[in-house]
């Protein structure tokens, strides 16, 4: 890091924490807030104000972000030199590491209807979890085949499977 009259150089990944917002009426400039961690530890999360301000970049955060994808930004963290000053990162780039899924429709019932319920128990009724499990281990690594069993044991409950030795506990 190096630190000159337009703040500490600095590169940063993050989660986008909410919505973007313009910066002014033209959308040349595009405020945002980052959520920063150096552990896995939610004590240790920090929410950075960034501001993005050449118009190219500004508008990608505008348009093509959402609330959490993460994020590679550098640029220059900006540190306040009064109490009443905010501290903040002027973004010179971004990079999309990996995009949020985009979030469900609101759902107005109160859960599956009985059709879909039917729909669902008609295409998953005849699955073989047995010729799946044997599918998937046939197309795996054998080195990655305990991994493999373990995580499909996980999700689909312990399925024996002919050739593999249980390793459960």
Do not use: K
Request: net charge negative.
């Amino acid at each position: 890091m190096t630190m000159d009259d337009t703040g500490i150089a600095v590169a940063l990944e993050g989660f986008l924490d909410d919505e973007t917002v313009p910066g002014g009426s033209q959308e040349t400039s595009a405020r945002f807030r980052l959520i920063v961690s150096p552990t896995d530890e939610r004590a240790d999360e920090m929410v950075l104000p960034c501001t993005a301000t050449t118009p190219a970049l500004a508008a990608a955060v505008l348009h093509d972000l959402v609330p959490g994808d993460q994020l590679r930004i550098t640029g220059h963290l900006r540190l306040p030199r009064t109490p009443d000053e905010p501290m903040w990162m002027d973004v010179t780039t971004l990079e999309v590491l990996w995009t949020a899924p985009l979030p469900l429709p609101a759902d107005d019932t109160d859960g599956l209807d009985a059709e879909t319920i039917a729909d669902l128990t008609d295409l998953f009724g005849d699955l073989d979890l047995i010729d799946l499990t044997r599918a998937v281990l046939d197309a795996t690594r054998p080195e990655d085949r305990v991994t493999v069993t373990r995580a499909l044991d996980d999700v689909l409950g312990d399925i024996p499977v002919p050739g593999v030795e249980d390793l459960d506990p």
